[in-house]
């Protein structure tokens, strides 16, 4: 890992990314009338996105965070972002651009398991959030790569590559809804990617994005294009690491969870990893500490997320046990 970017968890972690409005029907038909299964568990609003959850995740575990990405200036965006605001996270830097209202994501969550229905358009991202990398940042986050084919004219890496002369810079691709053949080589490339000390894809992601089948291969193909380290999230089965200059295949292993809340896994366990960085510790550990606490997110039964001392509790029983 880079000599020079030093662990300095005092100083604040840019997260870039989408936000949006996550509409979530929770197990439909699951409530009878007359024995009939009918009715949903719950419908939910959230704000959601990978900027916003991944910077709910870094302030549970203590990271002061500020959220460079924007939304529109509807009322429910004013709420949504009021309620985040009163779980400690500061949302005062989000750009709320005029007379626009915040994408809506519609998704499923039957019995845990996720699936997505659709999403309304994505605004561009507003060149005004990309024009001065931030000098005092500990970690730059950009989450959905893929989401902003504006973004891969070379604004995005410029900004990174500025921003990543003192911080880390953590990317999470997501995947657009259309084949990944459409676009791979436009988004996928050095150009896009050699800023980049973290890359994270998840399994659908890595064989798609690559062509290939098994995720550590995919992993090291993504390797090519100048991340210093690739991670490929593998849901139940937990993760890998694939880094620059090794063979090794780091691997964290499945723990097993019951998943009440599967929304945003990915983006937690982001926020996990880099949270780990943070601390000036090794790969390892941070894809084992990045896979407990996603565990623990996606099972949490009332809204409030699992802290520092929780995460790192269940780490040391489960994996260095
Ligand atoms: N069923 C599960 N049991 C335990 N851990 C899980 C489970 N599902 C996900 N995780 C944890 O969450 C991480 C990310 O999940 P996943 O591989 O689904 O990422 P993702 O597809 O990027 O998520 P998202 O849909 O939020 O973008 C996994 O690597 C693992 O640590
Ligand atoms: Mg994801």
């Known amino acids: 890992m880079p000599k020079n970017k030093k662990p300095d968890p005092g100083r604040p972690v840019y997260v870039l990314g989408e936000i949006v409005i996550d509409v979530i029907l929770y197990d439909p ?30 302030n549970a575990l203590g990271c002061p965070v500020v959220i460079n990405s924007f939304a529109g200036d509807d009322d429910l965006t004013s709420q949504l972002l009021r309620s985040l605001d009163r779980q400690g996270l500061d949302t005062g830097a989000v750009l709320r651009q005029a007379g626009v209202r915040t994408s809506i994501c519609i998704g499923v969550s039957d019995k845990g398991k996720k699936r997505f229905i659709g999403c309304s358009l994505f605004a561009p991202y507003p060149s005004e959030l990309l024009a001065e990398p931030p000098s005092n940042a500990s970690l730059v986050y950009f989450g959905g790569l893929a989401m902003y084919p504006d973004l891969w004219d070379g604004r995005l890496a410029a900004y990174l590559e500025a921003a990543g002369k003192h911080a880390w810079v953590i990317m999470d691709t997501q995947m657009l809804p259309i084949p990944a053949e459409k676009y791979r080589t436009q988004a996928i490339n050095w150009h896009n990617l050699h800023p980049v000390d973290v890359l994270l894809v998840n399994r659908a992601e890595a064989m798609a994005l690559t062509g290939l089948h098994q995720p550590d291969d995919a992993g090291r193909a993504l390797l090519e294009f100048g991340p210093k380290c690739v991670v490929v999230k593998l849901g139940s089965d937990g993760a890998l690491a694939v880094q620059a200059g090794t063979s090794v295949t780091l691997v964290s292993k499945s723990w097993s969870v019951k998943v009440e809340e599967p929304v945003g896994a990915g983006d937690f366990f982001g926020a996990g990893l880099s949270f780990g960085l943070l601390q000036g ?36 029983s489960h994996f260095l046990g």
């Open 29 to 58: 038909s699951s409530i009878c009338v007359f024995d009939q299964p009918v009715w949903a568990r719950d419908i939910r609003f959230m704000l959601g996105g990978s900027a916003s959850y991944v910077a709910q995740g870094l």
């Open 281 to 316: 510790w090794g790969m390892q550990r941070c894809l084992d500490f990045a896979n407990v606490f996603a565990g623990l997110v996606i099972s949490r039964q009332t809204g409030d997320m699992p802290d520092l001392a929780r995460t790192l509790e269940i780490m040391e």
